[in-house]
């Protein structure tokens, strides 16, 4: 039984020390916080603006003052290079057809951009493939680019995966989405595929999110991490369309969408040419910056080689579209509460005895432009991975008060799970099923391109069953914040914003981190998992 494995190792009920630890984490410390960092003062914290300068001056120095150490030689700072394209103009949308001709407007009907960092993209006349759902996954017997050659056309895909559109538990993972239902594996496989363009068709239950999402975050100047090779494998162009949109296109090529999109989610599922030319083009303003994430720790007192990790990336959105008057994106709720709870258990931790394996704090940049603060540490990890316990990430803290459940978000990975559940066990806590597995949230945020090195890390919080209100006003809450204020400049402090629900997910990362951090014992990935041989390989090499 999972659940049991790890029984001896955790202590359920935590000490007196660590009670009185766990009380230094209070709503009225995470409100001043989040006050601060989402201030119309730190313009919604976009890298490379002066938003960016002031969240790094107030997290380093927070660090600095809780004595904890620099991770990066001597200083908080590892530094990311970043390349940002900012759109200064889009063509129409234009796609021709023996059913004639339409062009489909920037921002109202279509997104393109081109994330090649030079100042002119176009498509012309490239010949539009439907490839279904855009994937290729041997473990799953799925290809959808099988016997096709894409190169110089414009591919179309479908969000998210066929799991979700069947709800099939036995395909992929049913109704919960995998890697393979996200934008940027669409993206990614369109370019290993050599697609000159493509066009994910946004429909809302699929993505998880309204259009609006989808126009705010990407009519804004988009970072990437700097290409190795100039982004010249990249697409032209890439983009998203409206589903209408998607339906008017493929009636011009005799085509029904919907009879397509239906065909795709079935195993068997063959290409379909569409006889279309799509053509788009783009004018970019190009600039290269350097960024950066911050890492502060506390060194181990007996091994302190060994490392445990807490996250939580302090970007937003900057400016951005006005909405109701308003161009500033503050990210209150994503992600200064959970910047403002890494600083919260940073004081914690920096209060308390010394734990004996260090732990490192740290922030990440970039993460809404594609996670790309967290990749690139990935890549160039400051503790090597092979000593790296695991750990805890934090992002968008519970704003709505204390719940009943805690939601593992993509469970089922690790036995980081199994010291979970004897915690809420111990703790009057019950452990929940996601309640909206189909966004795909695990692969949306900073833990991820840890997995992928091998490290196993939690991404676990409040549900949705509040204490005082019950679960159909958590959801409706939940539902309201994505549809009302993600991603918008909604997102902002207000008087009403209830953090004691957040403490509760504090003092719950501090226990089980705190437990992690005086073991001797290290975390495996359960046998299935698509990261246990990654973290195999990887100690076996680092040992």
Do not use: C
């Amino acid at each position: 039984m999972r659940g049991l494995l790890l029984g001896t190792a955790l202590t359920v009920v935590p000490a007196a020390a660590a009670l009185a630890q766990q009380a230094a984490i209070t709503a009225e410390e995470l409100t001043e916080h989040v006050k601060v960092l989402a201030s119309d003062e730190f313009e919604g914290r976009k890298p490379g603006t002066p938003g960016e300068q002031k969240s790094l001056d107030y997290i380093t120095g927070q660090f600095r003052a809780l004595g904890l150490e620099p991770a990066v030689g001597d200083s908080y700072l590892q530094r990311v290079p970043l390349v940002e394209v900012t759109g200064l103009s889009q063509s129409p949308l234009t796609v021709k057809g023996p059913g004639g001709e339409k062009s489909y407007d920037f921002f109202t009907q279509m997104i393109t951009v081109s994330r090649r960092p030079e100042p002119e993209q176009a498509l012309t006349d490239s010949e539009v493939v439907f490839v279904g759902y855009g994937i290729v996954a041997p473990e799953y017997g799925w290809n959808d680019y099988a016997g096709l050659d894409v190169r110089g056309k414009t591919v179309v895909v479908l969000v998210n995966d066929p799991g979700f559109a069947t709800q099939d538990p036995s395909l992929f993972n049913g109704n919960a989405m995998t890697w393979y239902g996200r934008w940027p594996y669409k993206y990614e496989e369109a370019e290993r595929q050599g697609a000159a363009g493509v066009l994910i068709v946004h429909e809302t239950r699929a993505a998880g999110y309204p259009w609006a999402v989808v126009t705010n975050s990407w009519r804004v100047p988009k970072l990437d991490l700097v290409p190795p090779d100039g982004g010249r494998s990249r697409p032209t162009i890439q983009g998203w369309v409206q589903q209408d949109v998607a339906r008017e296109m493929f009636s011009l090529a005799g085509q029904d969408f919907d009879a397509l999109a239906k065909a795709a989610a079935q195993r068997g599922f063959k290409p379909v040419p569409l006889k279309l030319t799509a053509s788009a083009a783009v004018t970019n303003k190009v600039r290269t910056f350097d960024s950066y994430n911050i890492i502060g720790k506390l060194t181990g007192s007996k091994r302190p080689d060994e490392v445990v990790l807490i996250s939580a990336h302090w970007d937003h959105l900057g400016r951005g579209p006005a909405m109701d008057g308003d161009d500033i994106y503050n990210g209150a709720m994503d992600n200064a509460t959970g910047v403002a709870g890494l600083i919260e258990l940073a004081e914690a931790f920096a209060k308390g005895e010394r734990p004996e394996r260090t732990i490192a704090f740290l922030s990440y940049t970039a993460e809404e432009q594609g996670l790309l603060g967290s990749e690139y540490y990935a890549k160039n990890p400051v503790f090597p991975p092979a000593r790296t316990v695991g750990g805890f990430n934090m992002d968008m803290l519970n704003p709505f008060g204390p719940m009943r459940d805690i939601v593992v978000t993509g469970a089922g990975k690790s036995e980081l799970e199994d010291r979970l559940a004897r915690w809420a066990e111990g703790n009057n806590k019950i452990v929940k099923p996601e309640p909206f597995p189909e966004r795909g949230l695990y692969y949306r945020s900073d833990h991820f391109p840890l997995a992928k090195i091998g490290v196993p890390m939690m991404f676990a919080g409040s549900g949705v069953d509040s204490i005082e209100h019950g679960e159909e006003w958590g959801r409706a809450q939940y539902n309201e914040f994505t549809r009302l204020r993600y991603h918008t400049p909604h997102d902002e402090w207000v008087p009403g914003m209830d953090l004691t629900g957040a403490v509760d997910d504090l003092r719950m990362v501090y226990d089980l981190s705190r437990d992690l951090a005086n073991g001797t014992d290290w975390p495996s990935w359960y046998k299935g998992s698509e990261f246990r041989a990654v973290r195999e390989k990887s100690l076996k090499e680092g040992r």
